[in-house]
């Protein structure tokens, strides 16, 4: 297939369609040209509001998708009557989708805009929501909005977070030059690729051993915004796995070291430093607002909480982590580091057994109930600057290759699992329950705002 | 009939009937409590709501399920009863 554009992100309302959804809508869509309702949550974003798709109702050939009366074809009444009836009762929005054929541009025909206009104020009326329609193609996509308070927007852009983190607009964007600073990296990346590093706002939720690798490469790939997540001061120990610490800075919040190492290495980056634990309802409502999400934190509950946000507000993340098995008596065992990709509506954290219950509701207590309640004695575990170096970098070279689209495949995204002492290097796919409360349609995938992550995390 | 006693008011004369519904949950007053899926869309129209005589009419049942109004079809509504007015969504 020809190379598809790769679009910075835009300003404005935008839709975030997880990759399973798109791809079922694709195969609905591309060639023959089906019809079909998304169904969408709302949330604030960093550049504009944001939909986000959870649930797609396709229409059946013939009975919901029938000769148009003015148009090609139409959605027949009653499937966008039971279509709107779900998304009035869900409070969700409302998007009509259709293709047209070509691959770079999309924009809607006269009689789509004059069927919106007909129909779309009864549809509004009816849900409560916001209702529009959406017209793509495989490389682009166009949106008409029509919002409850009664004013109508066009889509600036629709995402789809796979393998490769897609921006689709309604026509390819153009490249501003890449500055001289970034001139070699951006002979792969692209002009318009060193722009969307720019125009992103990741987080990194932990800035220990291998946060601190990340936020310094992430700093110098030219990342324009970073929030900073870690509630921890550095101590003597941790100095020989921070990037540029040094003695003076004992004491010191790691939240402050990232921030004046990223800013050495880009010093136009905005940073968004929070000295809490993720928890925190300040730290999450920041990483709400991110395209990325890079999760160096170990505890259970860091986990469950990025968990969370990647599903109820749709943002791919990467969990990188590093285990180190040394017993009591020096034996060693299988050391192994893992990067593995979060993506909305996939199988998450939960569904692969990858958050500890019993630990999490030990994390969620006060610090010192949470010392008191673990039977060992915090024996400190081993940490080694190059394993962490290792799992760093294959989850940076993710994130740069995903949101360029450079890699080969959009939609794979297995975990990489690397054993050091064997030198093996092995792919894993996640898993999935069927009703998993946070991946899928029947949980909190794309609720967005509509129940504060804080809120619905009851354990 | 042939009478020499005029009906008195209240009595025999049917009295002007009007009910409330909601028509895409906007209140519409009704002239009469039988009416055709036709005069509903006519009555809600003229009551400003955003719609027109094309649009497919569905009414709640008890059970909570909408069910298709024809245009020539006459129903008997009651007070508050739920009426959505669709169109086909047509593309091209
Ligand atoms: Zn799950
Ligand atoms: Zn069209």
Same mark, same amino acid.
């Given at each position: 297939?020809?190379?598809?554009p790769?679009n910075?992100?835009a300003?404005?309302w935008?839709l975030?369609i997880?990759?399973?959804?798109?791809?079922?809508?694709?195969?609905h869509?591309?060639p023959?040209?089906?019809?079909a309702v998304?169904?969408?949550?709302?949330?604030?974003g960093?550049?504009?509001?944001?939909?986000?798709?959870?649930?797609?109702i396709?229409?059946?050939?013939?009975t919901?998708y029938?000769p148009?009366?003015?148009g090609h074809?139409?959605?027949?009444?009653?499937?966008?009557?039971?279509?709107?009836v779900?998304?009035?009762?869900?409070?969700?929005?409302?998007?009509a989708v259709?293709?047209?054929?070509g691959?770079d541009r999309?924009?809607?025909?006269?009689v789509?805009t004059?069927?919106?206009?007909?129909?779309?104020?009864?549809?509004?009326q009816?849900?409560?929501?916001?209702v529009?329609g959406l017209?793509l193609?495989p490389?682009a996509?166009?949106?008409?909005?029509w919002?409850?308070?009664g004013?109508? !927007?066009p =889509? $600036?852009?629709?995402?789809?977070?796979?393998? /490769?983190l897609?921006?689709?607009?309604p026509?390819? &964007? #153009?490249?501003?030059?890449?500055?001289?600073?970034?001139?070699?990296?951006a002979?792969?990346l692209?002009?318009v690729?060193?722009?969307?590093l720019?125009?992103?706002?990741?987080a990194?939720?932990?800035l220990?051993?291998?946060g601190?690798?990340?936020?310094e490469e992430l700093?110098r790939?030219?990342?324009?915004t970073?929030?900073?997540?870690?509630d921890?001061?550095?101590?003597?120990?941790?100095?020989?796995?921070l990037?540029a610490a040094g003695?003076?800075?004992?004491?010191?919040?790691? !939240?402050? =070291? $990232?921030?004046?190492?990223a800013?050495?290495? /880009?010093?136009?980056i905005?940073?968004i430093?929070k &000295? #809490?634990?993720?928890e925190h309802p300040e730290?999450?409502?920041?990483?709400?607002?991110?395209d990325w999400?890079?999760l160096?934190a170990?505890?259970?509950?860091?986990?469950h909480w990025?968990n969370a946000?990647v599903?109820?507000?749709l943002i791919p993340?990467?969990?990188?982590g590093?285990?180190?098995?040394?017993d009591s008596?020096?034996?060693?065992?299988?050391i192994?580091t893992a990067?593995?990709?979060?993506l909305?509506g996939?199988?998450?954290l939960w569904?692969?057994r990858?958050?500890?219950?019993t630990?999490l509701?030990i994390?969620?207590?006060?610090k010192?109930?949470?010392?008191?309640?673990r039977?060992?004695?915090?024996?400190?575990?081993?940490?080694?600057?190059?394993l962490?170096?290792?799992?760093?970098?294959?989850?940076?070279?993710?994130?740069v290759?995903?949101?360029?689209g450079?890699?080969?495949d959009?939609?794979?995204?297995a975990?990489v699992?690397h054993?050091p002492?064997?030198?093996?290097r092995?792919?894993?796919?996640?898993r999935?329950d069927?009703?998993c409360?946070?991946c899928?349609?029947?949980?909190?995938?794309g609720r967005?705002?509509?129940g504060?992550?804080?809120q619905?995390a009851?354990l | 009939?042939d009478t020499?006693?005029?009906?008195t008011?209240g009595?025999n004369e049917?009295?002007?009937v009007?009910v409330?519904v909601t028509?895409?949950?906007?209140?519409?007053i009704l002239?009469?409590?039988?009416?055709?899926?036709?005069e509903?869309k006519?009555?809600?129209i003229a009551?400003g709501?955003?719609?027109d005589?094309?649009?497919?009419l569905?009414?709640?049942?008890?059970n909570?399920r909408y069910?298709?109004?024809?245009d020539?079809?006459?129903?008997?509504?009651?007070?508050?009863q739920?009426f959505l007015a669709?169109p086909?969504?047509?593309?091209?």
């Amino acid at each position: 297939m020809a190379r598809r554009p790769v679009n910075p992100p835009a300003e404005g309302w935008s839709l975030t369609i997880p990759h399973r959804l798109w791809t079922e809508l694709s195969a609905h869509l591309f060639p023959s040209g089906g019809g079909a309702v998304l169904l969408a949550g709302h949330a604030e974003g960093a550049r504009g509001p944001r939909l986000l798709a959870y649930d797609l109702i396709t229409a059946t050939n013939d009975t919901d998708y029938i000769p148009g009366e003015y148009g090609h074809r139409a959605l027949a009444p009653s499937f966008v009557r039971d279509a709107a009836v779900r998304a009035r009762d869900e409070s969700a929005a409302y998007l009509a989708v259709h293709a047209h054929g070509g691959l770079d541009r999309v924009r809607f025909s006269s009689v789509d805009t004059a069927s919106h206009e007909r129909g779309y104020p009864a549809l509004r009326q009816i849900t409560g929501q916001t209702v529009g329609g959406l017209v793509l193609t495989p490389h682009a996509a166009a949106g008409d909005l029509w919002l409850a308070d009664g004013s109508r !927007t066009p =889509l $600036a852009e629709t995402v789809i977070p796979g393998g /490769n983190l897609l921006r689709l607009r309604p026509c390819p &964007a #153009t490249a501003t030059p890449a500055g001289p600073d970034h001139d070699r990296q951006a002979r792969l990346l692209g002009d318009v690729g060193q722009e969307t590093l720019n125009r992103l706002r990741v987080a990194v939720v932990g800035l220990g051993g291998v946060g601190s690798i990340l936020v310094e490469e992430l700093a110098r790939l030219g990342v324009g915004t970073l929030v900073l997540i870690d509630d921890d001061t550095i101590e003597a120990t941790n100095l020989p796995r921070l990037v540029a610490a040094g003695k003076d800075d004992i004491g010191l919040l790691k !939240t402050d =070291l $990232a921030a004046r190492n990223a800013q050495r290495a /880009n010093p136009r980056i905005r940073l968004i430093p929070k &000295a #809490t634990r993720v928890e925190h309802p300040e730290a999450l409502k920041e990483l709400a607002l991110c395209d990325w999400i890079f999760l160096a934190a170990d505890s259970a509950s860091a986990r469950h909480w990025v968990n969370a946000t990647v599903q109820q507000f749709l943002i791919p993340a990467v969990q990188v982590g590093v285990k180190i098995p040394v017993d009591s008596a020096g034996y060693v065992g299988q050391i192994h580091t893992a990067t593995r990709i979060m993506l909305p509506g996939d199988g998450c954290l939960w569904c692969n057994r990858l958050i500890d219950s019993t630990q999490l509701a030990i994390d969620m207590h006060p610090k010192a109930e949470r010392d008191a309640a673990r039977y060992v004695p915090g024996v400190p575990a081993p940490s080694v600057i190059t394993l962490n170096t290792l799992a760093a970098a294959e989850a940076l070279n993710h994130f740069v290759l995903a949101a360029t689209g450079l890699h080969d495949d959009d939609h794979d995204h297995a975990a990489v699992i690397h054993r050091p002492r064997t030198r093996q290097r092995d792919l894993q796919d996640p898993r999935q329950d069927a009703n998993c409360r946070w991946c899928t349609p029947a949980g909190r995938l794309g609720r967005g705002d509509s129940g504060s992550v804080v809120q619905t995390a009851t354990l | 009939m042939d009478t020499a006693i005029e009906p008195t008011a209240g009595q025999n004369e049917r009295r002007p009937v009007q009910v409330t519904v909601t028509v895409n949950n906007q209140p519409v007053i009704l002239p009469s409590r039988e009416l055709t899926g036709l005069e509903i869309k006519q009555a809600a129209i003229a009551q400003g709501v955003p719609i027109d005589t094309g649009f497919q009419l569905s009414v709640k049942r008890g059970n909570g399920r909408y069910e298709v109004v024809d245009d020539d079809e006459q129903i008997r509504v009651h007070p508050n009863q739920e009426f959505l007015a669709v169109p086909p969504d047509d593309n091209s």
